[in-house]
């Protein structure tokens, strides 16, 4: 499967984007999806997950409560709902695809989209 992020872009704190995440392949449905981030000079970091179906959600937690993990199967796309943001949530954000049903470490994912930009500015 290849993976298309977008949706990045430059906020000021407290602000909102939402990122999308298009997967190409007849059987996206079938893999646990999630999201990553890397910041400047720091190390990937996973940030939410979701599960084959929807029905299963897991976030980091310093985004919980603030982001929202959501996948529309129909339209092969996963989204990422940010809200409340913070300078320190600035970073290259992946998607990434497992084939597990539900996947929150970092090498259970076998497909990385290429990442998009979300800078938030104090």
């Known amino acids: 499967v290849q993976l298309q992020a977008s949706g990045g872009g430059l906020v000021q704190a407290g602000g909102s984007l939402r990122l999308s995440c298009a997967a190409s392949?007849?059987?996206?449905?079938?893999?646990?999806m999630g999201w990553f981030r890397q910041a400047p000079g720091k190390e990937l970091e996973f940030v939410a997950a979701?599960?084959?179906?929807?029905?299963?959600?897991y976030y980091k937690g310093p985004v919980k409560g603030r982001f929202t993990i959501s996948r529309d199967n129909a339209k092969n796309t996963v989204y990422l709902q940010m809200n409340s943001l913070k300078p320190e949530d600035t970073a290259v954000y992946y998607c990434a695809g497992s084939r597990s049903d539900y996947a929150t470490m970092k090498y259970e994912f076998d497909y990385w989209g290429q990442g998009t930009q979300v800078t938030v500015s104090s």
């Open positions: 392949g007849r059987t996206y449905s079938a893999y646990g």
């Open positions: 979701i599960s084959t179906s929807g029905g299963s959600t």
